[in-house]
């Protein structure tokens, strides 16, 4: 997963325009994805999740797509809204292993 | 309204002083977990019960304990609070243990002087 210090990366778009949330994952064997939003002063809110047999998954403005190949994971939000903003991050699994989560991006949406 | 509801969401306490943080989910889920979050460590998991009465150490349990009597709470006890544990908890239920998205409450953020 990503690494990152005490400042986790950053995104800042415009209202309306689409939103690309990036996340490298650590372990090959990871076959269930799944984005969380994080809301200042709240708890990780379910977003999406994927698993392994599939490449890409669309929710209400959300898609999520899986590419296995390079362990990469992205979270696209289509015409941002200034609710959107928040911190993003993946976690992965693996049966019968963890959940191991990354440390997160932080989106900032400009009206 | 399906939630996971922790209490309290803000405590102070000094060091030693036994506390218990209370998490209580109403979906019917058997899997509950806590976790703590710390700037630039992420989500870390504490303690984890896939059923009533089966509890297991996650990543950090060091001085955390946890009970679960019944299916809808899993209370986490700090004994000796110290320093260190000065955090953001977090308590999360699910489904499927964690073949399914996890539901987290809104945290509580625990200061030990």
């Known amino acids: 997963g990503e690494s990152v210090g005490l400042h986790l990366p950053t995104l800042s778009v415009q209202e309306g325009d689409n939103s690309i949330i990036n996340c490298a994952y650590s372990?090959?064997?990871?076959?269930?994805f799944i984005w969380y939003k994080q809301e200042s002063g709240k708890g990780p809110q379910f977003i999406i999740d994927i698993r392994s047999n599939m490449d890409k998954r669309q929710g209400q403005r959300v898609t999520v797509l899986l590419n296995k190949t390079v362990k990469h994971l992205s979270l696209q939000i289509a015409a941002t809204q200034p609710g959107d903003s928040a911190v993003y991050f993946c976690?992965?699994?693996?049966?019968?292993?963890?959940?191991?989560f990354g440390q997160g991006t932080e989106l900032s949406v400009k009206p | 309204e399906a939630q996971v509801t922790q209490n309290p969401r803000y405590l102070i306490t000094v060091t030693g002083k036994k506390l218990t943080v209370t998490c209580s989910q109403n979906?019917?889920?058997?899997?509950m977990s806590w976790y703590r979050q710390d700037p630039g460590l992420g989500l870390r998991q504490i303690y984890y019960s896939m059923n009533v009465e089966v509890t297991d150490k996650g990543d950090v349990p060091e001085g955390y304990k946890v009970s679960r009597k019944e299916k809808r709470n899993f209370p986490l006890i700090l004994e000796s609070p110290s320093p260190n544990q000065t955090s953001l908890y977090f308590c999360a239920s699910s489904f499927l243990g964690l073949r399914s998205p996890l539901h987290f409450g809104n945290g509580t953020r625990l200061t030990v002087t």
């Open positions: 976690a992965e699994n693996k049966s019968g292993g963890k959940l191991i």
């Open positions: 372990n090959s064997a990871s076959d269930y």
């Open positions: 979906m019917n889920h058997e899997y």
